[in-house]
């Protein structure tokens, strides 16, 4: 994977548990492929912080990250703030970091970045 451009292209593969993770030295790899976001100390996560003006627009981003989800069938863990949403990724089956994790970060940030958000 070269660039943002085709992680965000990407599409999840269903991973119902026996699939491995991405190796921890591939980790940066990939994080460099979405700015701004974090690898969790234990490597099993990674997250980022949105901020907005009003929770008109936090909202409005929540239910974009929820059509992402529901396209992908990946789903991340998501706090909601008045002006704020951390989104957090990991594949639950396995507990730690598969490509379905970054793909539907980089299709996040893809929009983040073109909305300016």
Known sequence: MNN???LHTMKCVACEGG??????????HYLEKIP????????AMISKNFMFKGFYK??????VVAWIANQEGHHPLLEVGV???L????TNAI????????ICAAKIE???????I
């Open 4 to 6: 943002l451009f085709e």
């Open 19 to 28: 699939v491995p993770p991405i190796p921890r030295d591939e980790l940066r």
């Open 36 to 43: 701004g976001w974090q690898l969790s100390e234990d490597y």
């Open 58 to 63: 936090t909202i409005s981003f929540v239910n």
């Open 83 to 85: 002006n704020h949403c």
């Open 87 to 90: 989104v957090k990724y990991t």
């Open 95 to 102: 507990s730690a970091l598969t490509s379905n994790d970054f």
């Open 110 to 116: 893809q929009i983040a970045q073109r909305d300016a």
